[in-house]
């Protein structure tokens, strides 16, 4: 993991990211964290989880600890020029 970059991971990069956290059966957390369609605005229902693991990433047990996060994006709206 120390080897991916920090920011921008593209696919070939998120597979290898896989890959590692699979064959080495590391810990992973999955959960959904909604947007407002079009806008940056977290929906009220996502809160609680991203509160929760905000405070889970701030422990100091997980200081020297690489956390990856990614996930889709959505793919409505009509594309711009």
């Not at 890959?19 to 407002?36: G, K, M, Q, S």
């Amino acid at each position: 993991m120390r080897t991916l970059p920090t920011r921008g991971l593209r696919i070939e990069m998120k597979q290898k990211a896989h890959a590692i956290v699979t064959d080495n059966d590391l810990p992973r957390i999955d959960i959904e964290i909604n947007f407002a369609y079009d806008s940056a605005d977290i929906e009220r229902a996502s809160h609680a989880d991203l509160s929760a693991l905000g405070t889970a990433l701030s422990d100091p047990m997980l200081a020297h600890v690489r956390v990856a996060l990614n996930g889709p994006h959505g793919c409505r709206g009509q594309r711009r020029l």
